[in-house]
């Protein structure tokens, strides 16, 4: 069961009328209307994320008991999330923003398990199944770009205004690359960029830290935590790579990972025997959430 159809059941049981009142806008702060209920409920509008992680919260269900997705017709992007314990609040918002933003052509889905390795695998299969052909990455530990600097404030996000002018989606498309990367930190406060020469040269990881520049760099291998990848990253990986593993139910093993290598620099590794070596954008940068948002300074 997808989680619309969750949302669709839901309204269905308690009635459109009782629905609305227990759906916040969290924008608004204040109930949706019955027409906006109404809507969600036979298809004239996506339900944002905000009003599916509501459905779940009132059941008192957790995400994982569902296969995660919120399609959306004629999606031509799908941002998959992995997660350990749900989804941090700031995201949901982000993610709720981004896809009313492209009306009609973003999905998201959500895959949460304490192995990251097996998530991204689960969400990439469940991706390449839809119609979708861009696979873009956000962890959730992560705060993308909205293009909408004054919002993210107003929700409470400490934004440097350099950050805040552009949307992830449209930014790491356009740069037209099969393998991309937006920019994070080290969000322990070392100010080392996730990206392979950063946490392997020192030089490298001074440059980083001067970012935004209008360039992308192409890299031995980044992390995955805002990564854009093109479905055709996938298909050339199953074709070139020799004994690529899979999990039962025909599910490959894209991120499984090398000996003492993480999961998405094992991934890079295989892209790049692939003929897809990833790059990296060092005009988009990304929060990386701990004890605050750690950018690059």
């Not at 993610?95 to 998201?108: D, E, P, W």
């Not at 962890?139 to 350099?162: E, H, K, L």
Request: charged share 25%; net charge positive; aromatic share 10%.
């Amino acid at each position: 069961m997808d989680l619309r159809q969750i949302l669709v059941d839901y309204i269905t049981q308690v009635g459109t009328t009782e629905s609305s009142r227990q759906f916040i806008d969290p924008r608004k702060g204040k109930a949706v209307t019955r027409i906006t209920v109404d809507n969600w409920k036979h298809g004239r509008a996506a339900p944002p994320v905000w009003a599916i992680q509501q459905v779940i919260d009132l059941s008192n269900k957790r995400i994982d008991d569902f296969d995660g997705v919120l399609p959306w017709e004629g999606e031509k992007l799908r941002i998959c999330v992995p997660c350990v314990r749900g989804v941090n609040a700031k995201l949901v918002k982000i993610l709720n923003y981004l896809q009313y933003r492209h009306k009609g052509k973003v999905a998201i889905d959500f895959e949460e398990n304490t192995l990251v390795d097996i998530a991204r695998d689960r969400l990439a299969h469940r991706f390449l199944t839809s119609k979708a052909e861009w696979l873009l990455f956000i962890d959730d530990d992560m705060v993308p770009p909205i293009g909408d600097y004054a919002q993210m404030r107003n929700w409470g996000i400490t934004v440097p205004s350099q950050f805040g002018s552009f949307d992830i989606i449209q930014r790491l498309v356009t740069r037209k690359k099969t393998l991309v990367s937006g920019l994070y930190f080290d969000r322990f406060g070392k100010g080392i960029a996730h990206y392979y020469e950063a946490i392997n040269n020192e030089r490298e990881a001074l440059w980083a830290k001067g970012a935004p520049y209008d360039k992308v760099k192409p890299t031995k291998a980044c992390g995955a935590g805002c990564l854009l990848i093109n479905r055709v990253v996938f298909e050339a990986i199953k074709t070139e790579v020799e004994d690529l593993k899979m999990l039962p139910g025909g599910i490959y093993r894209y991120f499984e990972r090398m000996p003492g290598v993480s999961e998405d620099f094992s991934f890079c590794a295989r892209a790049e025997v692939a003929g897809h070596p990833a790059q990296v954008d060092f005009g988009c940068l990304v929060g990386h959430e701990g004890t605050k948002v750690y950018w690059n300074s």
